[in-house]
Structures are given as C-alpha cells and as structure tokens.
C-alpha cells in the first residue's frame, strides 16, 4: 500500500457508534489527491499557495477619484542591520564611537511600493534585509518622494511589518513564512513575518509585495514611480502634513551634507579652497558661512526643526584653517563623526577605473577618486571647478551607460 493511501486510512469517522465498530473510511482516488495537494502546499511552501499568504489583504492604492491611499502605501527599507532594540537605526543611533561622536545623519529612508534601485552612486541589490513597513504604522515620518520617504529618527519596527531575507536552501522559486519570534534575530519582534527565499530580497520585491496585496510600482531613480511627477502624491504629502521634497533639500540633510564632505576633504588633506593656475578660484569656506541664514529659513518653510546647531557649525568653519581642524572640532564640540562607516576603506583603485568608463576614454582619468566627490550643497566638485570640459563630459554620460 502506497503512503498516501495511508496517509487516507488514517481518516476516520467523527460519529461515536463509527469509532466503537472502528470502521475505516475509505477515501476515493479523488479524495486522495486533493489530500495529497494540500499536504504537498503545506509542506514545501509553494510560492502562491494561499496557505502561506493568508495573511495579506488587498490595498488599494487609490480611491474611486484617483486620489493616494494611505492604506496602500508600503514603505520598504533595503538595509543590512538586524534590528536593534526592535528599531531600524539611523546612523546617529547606529554608529557611535568610543569618544561619543555619533553619525551626523539621523534620518531613515524607503521607497514607496518598490525597493530602490540605482540612483547614480549607490546601489542596494546585494541588501541582506527587505523591510516592509505599512506606512501608516510609521508616526515620525517627514516626508520626500516616492523613491526616497524620509523619517526623523529611528523607526520602531510595527505589528505588520514584513522582513524578507535570502535562504539559499529554500527551493528556487518558493518562499518560507515564518513568524519573526521564532528565530533568534528576530525573536523580540511581535507581529512580524519573515520570508525566505533563494532569491536577494531587493530582485523579489515586486512579487512579494504583489503577494502582500499592495500594488508593486516601477522604481523610479530620482523624481517618483517611473520618474515622473505624480501630483496625486504631492498632494497626499500635503494632506498629510509632510514635506513635499527630496530629503537632499531639507535644511538638515544640508548640514550632514556639510559635515560630510568636510570629513571627506579632511580625510584626503585638502584645503577649504580650490586653486588653479595658482588663484583661488573657490572657497567652500566662504560658500558655507553664508548657509546659516538660508538653513534657518529653510527649517521654518518646511515646518522641519533642525536638530543640528547650526551657529556653531558656522563658527567652526570661520575659525578652522583646514577642514581638518574643522572635522576634529566637529568630532569634539558638536560630538558627531562621518555617517559612512566604511569610507577609509574605499577602494580607490575601483573609482578610478570607474571613473574612466564615465568619462568614455581609458586613456583620461579624473586624477584622483577625491576630484569626484560631489559637496552636495554647493554642487560643486574640484574637477567641475578645475576642467569644466571633462566635467560636461561626465554629466552627459547616461546613467544606464556606467
């Protein structure tokens, strides 16, 4: 006799008279199958088995007018940290050194419906870790685009949260549920799911969050889905009291932005000017003493209280002669250091190499990985200021090209 049959004969009948005569019920070739299939789904964890997904439940992501629904918005973090204390971290709760100097960026960012794709310097395919936060679960949201929604702080993780990490000995092509209390990562989470798959996370995003009943949008780079500007969204933002732009252009991503870059000049020793033919040509000194007034103003348009002290920011850079001294008055007064934990292990040899299939030509380089770095407050780069040719060279090149 064949397992299954056994596995059928094993069913009996419920009545009380039918136990006590120990009658068996025979099952049809039918019956068995349907048995069979139903155990096999259980068991193996096929892909669109319902049993799996019973949990999920459609959102629509808008309403009989066209307009956003809040209730079909999944905010999804790509990231390579375990929680810690059942939160996602910023950097300045993440990275804290042993003199006390915390990162400057305290900020966590998600793309809305999708999992962010290249944006013309990082990419997060290779992430460990797919969050997947409803996002009217998240309170301390700021605001930004479609591709990159911002919150000030860290993020506690909420009831309905999704993780999706890789497990190479899930079978291709199917997906492992489990409840995030029963493995050891995860185990202070509540009302959490974890998915494995054979898969990175960041390449099956889009069936899953398809699976969990949102409706998966193409990745946008820099603007919203797709890259185009979806005044439904904006107006969404409004309603919802947040702010309708890019994370780049709020006035504490600008004073990150500068104390980042100062770490970066500090780091390769350079001055705060950019000399060619032996003039100043640029004084990124001079550029940011003249920021304070305009972050000040910038904070009361956007209704966005800057967490940084921004006047003693500026005093620091009037008084500092190098961005060195700079970056260690920074690190002591202001008690913050780089967000980028790993920049002293760039892999300059790469950049370069980079560096020459932007530009076209193996025979040109950009002299050193420090003449690309971009002050992302001024826009401006040493080799933007120093060959401004080459540099209309680099902005032309499409970023599908590199």
């Known amino acids: 006799m064949s397992n299954w049959l056994k596995i059928a004969n094993l069913f009996r009948t419920t009545s009380n008279a039918a136990r006590q005569k120990s009658h068996v019920v025979r099952l049809s070739p039918k019956q068995i199958e349907r048995y069979k299939a139903r155990y096999k789904?259980?068991?193996?964890?096929?892909?669109?088995?319902?049993?799996?997904?019973?949990?999920?439940?459609k959102h629509s992501l808008r309403d009989g007018n066209g307009e956003i629904l809040e209730d079909g918005l999944i905010f999804c973090r790509m990231e390579n940290n375990l929680p810690k204390d059942g939160s996602l971290r910023t950097a300045r709760d993440l990275i804290i050194k042993g003199d006390g100097a915390r990162g400057a960026r305290n900020s966590l960012h998600g793309s809305l419906n999708h999992a962010v794709?290249?944006?013309?310097?990082?990419?997060?395919?290779?992430?460990?870790?797919?969050?997947?936060?409803?996002?009217?679960?998240?309170?301390?949201?700021?605001?930004?685009?479609p591709v990159d929604l911002f919150t000030h702080g860290s993020v506690r993780i909420p009831p309905g949260t999704v993780i999706v990490r890789q497990n190479k000995e899930i079978p291709a092509g199917r997906y492992k549920v489990v409840n995030a209390k029963l493995i050891d990562e995860?185990?202070?989470?509540?009302?959490?799911?974890?998915?494995e798959t054979s898969q990175k996370p960041h390449s099956v995003s889009k069936q899953i969050i398809t699976k969990l009943g949102y409706e998966a949008q193409e990745e946008g780079m820099l603007i919203g889905w797709g890259d185009h500007v979806d005044k439904t969204f904006l107006k969404f933002l409004n309603k919802k009291g947040l702010v309708p732009a890019a994370h780049c252009n709020t006035p504490n991503s600008k004073c990150e932005q500068m104390i980042e870059f100062i770490f970066n000049r500090a780091h390769f020793d350079r001055s705060w000017e950019v000399v060619q033919d032996g003039k100043v040509i640029f004084s990124y000194k001079d550029e940011y003493s003249k920021l304070v007034p305009y972050l000040e103003e910038l904070s009361k348009k956007y209704n966005y209280p800057l967490d940084f002290d921004v006047r003693k920011l500026q005093t620091i850079i009037l008084e500092s002669a190098t961005p060195?001294?700079?970056?260690?008055?920074?690190?002591?007064?202001?008690?913050?250091?780089?967000?980028?934990?790993?920049?002293?292990?760039?892999?300059?040899?790469?950049?370069?190499?980079?560096?020459?299939?932007?530009?076209?030509?193996?025979?040109?380089?950009?002299?050193?990985?420090?003449?690309m770095a971009v002050d992302m407050v001024t826009g401006k780069t040493d080799i933007y200021l120093t060959a401004p040719a080459l540099a209309e060279e680099i902005k032309s090149v499409k970023l599908t090209e590199m």
């Open 324 to 371: 060195k001294e700079a970056a260690n008055r920074i690190r002591t007064e202001l008690k913050y250091c780089s967000s980028v934990p790993d920049f002293l292990s760039v892999d300059e040899e790469a950049m370069i190499k980079q560096s020459k299939m932007i530009v076209g030509s193996a025979n040109r380089i950009c002299r050193k990985v420090d003449d």
């Open 117 to 145: 794709g290249f944006n013309g310097l990082y990419s997060w395919s290779d992430s460990k870790y797919s969050y997947m936060i409803p996002l009217k679960k998240i309170p301390n949201l700021v605001g930004g685009t």
């Open 186 to 195: 995860f185990k202070d989470l509540r009302g959490v799911k974890v998915i």
């Open 41 to 57: 789904a259980k068991t193996e964890g096929d892909l669109w088995s319902a049993t799996l997904f019973s949990f999920a439940r």
